[in-house]
Nanobody, 124 residues
Framework: QVQLVESGGGFVQPGGSVRLSCVAS????????MGWFRQAPGKEREFVGG????????VYADSVKGRFTISRDNAKNMVYLQMNSLKPEDTAVYYC?????????????????WGQGTQVTVSS
């Protein structure tokens, strides 16, 4: 019903910044809470941050608070993840997800639609 495509990943040095984008197609996501998740090598997928349908509530994992910022532009059907002060442990495949409900959830199983992910590698 909805397709999500992430972009903006790549190689970045520690302390650097990168902005990930997620564009949705198929239908409007203006009523969907959106989430960002990541999966590092050898680890399970984990919650990074989420944003409610209106942008009125935003939540982050403790590991990224103060460094990452989620925003959305419903007119463009897009969600963003600004990543600053990157650390090697931020290296992961980053996924955009749509919940198909209004409120933010930190649980990956509550998100119905997923992108294919974009690789972010933080290394010298």
């Amino acid at each position: 019903q909805v397709q999500l495509v992430e972009s903006g990943g790549g190689f970045v040095q520690p302390g650097g910044s990168v902005r990930l984008s997620c564009v949705a197609s198929g239908r409007s996501i203006s009523s969907d809470a959106m989430g960002w998740f990541r999966q590092a090598p050898g680890k399970e997928r984990e919650f990074v941050g989420g944003i409610s349908w209106s942008g009125g509530r935003i939540v982050y994992a403790d590991s990224v608070k103060g460094r990452f910022t989620i925003s959305r532009d419903n007119a463009k059907n897009m969600v963003y993840l600004q990543m600053n002060s990157l650390k090697p442990e931020d290296t992961a495949v980053y996924y955009c997800a749509a919940r198909s409900r209004n409120g933010v959830s930190t649980k990956q199983y509550e998100y119905l639609y997923w992108g294919q992910g974009t690789q972010v590698t933080v290394s010298s």
